[in-house]
């Protein structure tokens, strides 16, 4: 059974730093592309950063570039979030993802979901 488990959310003050992660079991993890998605109250889901099978290729959302860094480990199936200079903004409930076809970027369908953590900045 496919299986994408989310953790590291929180409060923290603007300015701060979380680093979030998704462990992933049930399917052969370097063969999917991976994304971390988020959806504010009141608005629509959005692609955060997006991550190729290897690794090598990485995509971010403007308002995110120069501040997260996407990576993985495939030898211990996760992949990391590390949000630093948080704003307010940046608050929502964080998702990751993951497809076996198309490209390492964050748009398009995604298979597979895990179920959310919250990240909240506020001071």
């Known amino acids: 059974q496919l299986q994408l488990v989310e953790s590291g959310g929180g409060l923290v003050q603007p300015g701060g730093s979380l680093r979030l992660s998704c462990a992933a079991s049930?399917?052969?993890?370097?063969?999917?592309?991976i994304g971390w998605f988020r959806q504010a109250p009141g608005k629509e889901r959005e692609g955060v950063s997006c991550?190729?099978?290897?690794?090598?290729?990485?995509n971010y959302a403007d308002s995110v570039k120069g501040r997260f860094t996407i990576s993985r480990d495939n030898a211990q199936n996760t992949v990391y979030l590390q949000m630093n200079s948080l704003k307010p903004e940046d608050t929502a409930v964080y998702y990751c993802?993951?497809?076996?076809?198309?490209?390492?970027?964050?748009?398009?369908?995604?298979?597979?979901w895990g179920q959310g953590t919250q990240v909240t900045v506020s001071s």
């Open positions: 049930g399917f052969t993890f370097d063969y999917y592309n």
């Open positions: 991550i190729s099978r290897s690794g090598g290729s990485t």
């Open positions: 993802a993951a497809r076996f076809f198309g490209a390492a970027a964050c748009t398009g369908k995604y298979d597979y």
